[in-house]
């Protein structure tokens, strides 16, 4: 199983960016997909899940109203629409996959099984 995270970038605050996560060697559309971040020395954290079966959403509460998860499981692709940056959300950006059960998802990053490279999005003031 792989995945390649993409499209993060330099963005005045106030931008917008989506990043993309393409997964390969597993049946996409059976597993949740997460996204997480990580700042300079900080703890790797949730950003936001969309589930498998019926495709329910997760957001930490940061970004609920902003970000926005989707996927394509045609293009075995899963979105992070950002919308209204802030400087704070600067961080590399990873996509992950976990086995979990329908309509589930998880909050911890330990609970996810595969991880792509990371994207580092960067929003100045």
């Known amino acids: 199983v792989q995945l390649q995270a993409s499209g993060g970038g330099l963005v005045q605050a106030g931008g917008s960016l989506r990043l993309s996560c393409v997964a390969s060697?597993?049946?996409?559309?059976?597993?949740?997909m997460g996204w997480f971040c990580q700042a300079p020395g900080k703890e790797r954290e949730f950003v936001a899940a969309?589930?498998?079966?019926?495709?329910?959403?997760y957001y930490t509460d940061s970004v609920k109203g902003r970000f926005t998860i989707s996927k394509d499981n045609a293009k075995n692709t899963v979105y992070l629409q950002m919308n209204s940056l802030k400087p704070e959300d600067t961080a590399v950006y990873y996509c992950?996959?976990?086995?979990?059960?329908?309509?589930?998802?998880?909050?911890?990053?330990?609970?996810?099984?595969?991880w792509g490279q990371g994207t580092l999005v960067t929003v100045s003031s």
């Open positions: 992950a996959l976990g086995f979990f059960y329908p309509k589930s998802y998880s909050w911890y990053s330990r609970d996810y099984d595969y």
């Open positions: 060697g597993i049946t996409f559309s059976d597993y949740a």
């Open positions: 969309i589930s498998w079966g019926r495709d329910l959403t």
